[in-house]
């Protein structure tokens, strides 16, 4: 089944945080930034391991097999 998972989007240079240019900025900037990408990772994570406990039957009624739970979750990353 396709669409039940939420979709997560980011950017390094994220809207709020950049572009700047004065030094202090950059440096909150750069804070800022990481922050973001934690927490999107920590979703991340999250999903990987709500899936990892599924039973095989769980993960096959979804359209989904246990060795595809990576390539699914970071799909918009790395396998476009």
């Known amino acids: 089944m396709q669409g ?6 980011y950017s390094t240079e994220h809207a709020a945080f ?6 202090i900025s950059r440096f909150f900037a750069t804070i800022g930034n990481a922050l973001v990408l ?4 920590n979703a991340r994570v999250r999903q990987v391991e709500r899936l990892q ?6 993960l096959a009624e979804r359209g989904m097999r246990r060795e595809d739970i ?7 990353l790395y396998w476009g």
């Open 4 to 9: 039940w998972f939420p979709m997560a989007h």
């Open 18 to 23: 950049g572009p700047v240019s004065n030094p």
């Open 38 to 41: 934690m927490s999107t990772a």
């Open 53 to 58: 406990s599924l039973s095989n039957e769980q």
């Open 70 to 76: 990576a390539r699914h979750v970071f799909r918009d």
